[in-house]
């Protein structure tokens, strides 16, 4: 699925004739009546005539609306068009040059995780991960000597979570998870790791990493 958007007002009306042939809309069940009006040129929401029904300011639309579309009413979702590649165009013909698009990403709600307070999750490569409250990846690995992988300092007086211990055995007390030393990111990208090191996800049912 794909997420069209013309430069004008109205982003659902424009797909037809050639668009059309390229580009299918996300059609609603038929007799869906629209719920919201987009405007159109340089008329104002305010200046739009109620209708029963409908929201006249887009800005206050919940994520998802129906509109009256070319082709009947079509799914909107936070303002952009939504369309399917037709399976005869397979997807190499680019859009017309008044049109910009772009994939429309399913982005999972985040895990309920048991660790530490301080460890937050993180959405980015297809996947969530366990960071620091900075945001900054937790990694575990082998990390050959001399070490210039940085800890994930704990508290001394900490007891530790399930999984999560607390290590005494080095110069300052430091976080293990499942009895491996955990590392936290030092790279400019903030979930980037070194090589050697496995990043930490959160796990599944069944107790694995996802």
């Not at 982003?11 to 038929?30: K, Y």
């Not at 029963?52 to 887009?58: N, R, V």
């Not at 399917?84 to 680019?94: L, N, Q, V």
Request: proline share 12%; glycine share 10%.
């Amino acid at each position: 699925m794909r997420t069209v958007l013309r430069w004008a007002p109205d982003p659902a009306r424009f797909c037809a004739q050639d668009c059309a042939r390229e580009w299918a809309p996300l059609l609603a069940p038929p007799g869906t009546k629209p719920n919201i009006r987009y405007p159109m040129g340089f008329e104002k929401a305010a200046e739009m005539p109620p209708a029963e029904d409908q929201i006249t300011d887009p800005r206050k639309a919940p994520d998802w609306t129906v509109i009256e579309g070319a082709a009947g009413p079509q799914w909107v979702y936070k303002g952009w068009h939504l369309v399917f590649t037709r399976r005869a165009a397979g997807g190499s013909a680019p859009p017309p040059d008044d049109i910009t698009w772009n994939t429309l990403k399913f982005v999972p709600a985040p895990p309920r995780i048991a660790a530490p307070g301080f460890v937050a999750t993180a959405y980015f490569g297809g996947a969530y991960a366990l960071t620091d409250r900075d945001g900054r990846v937790l990694f575990t690995g082998h990390c050959a000597a001399p070490c210039a992988w940085r800890p994930l300092p704990a508290p001394m007086a900490s007891g530790g979570l399930g999984d999560w211990k607390v290590s005494l055995s080095g110069d300052r007390a430091e976080w293990t998870f499942k009895g491996q030393q955990v590392f936290v990111s030092e790279e400019s990208d903030p979930h980037a790791i070194p090589r050697g090191g496995r990043i930490l996800r959160p796990q599944t049912s069944s107790g694995e990493n996802r």
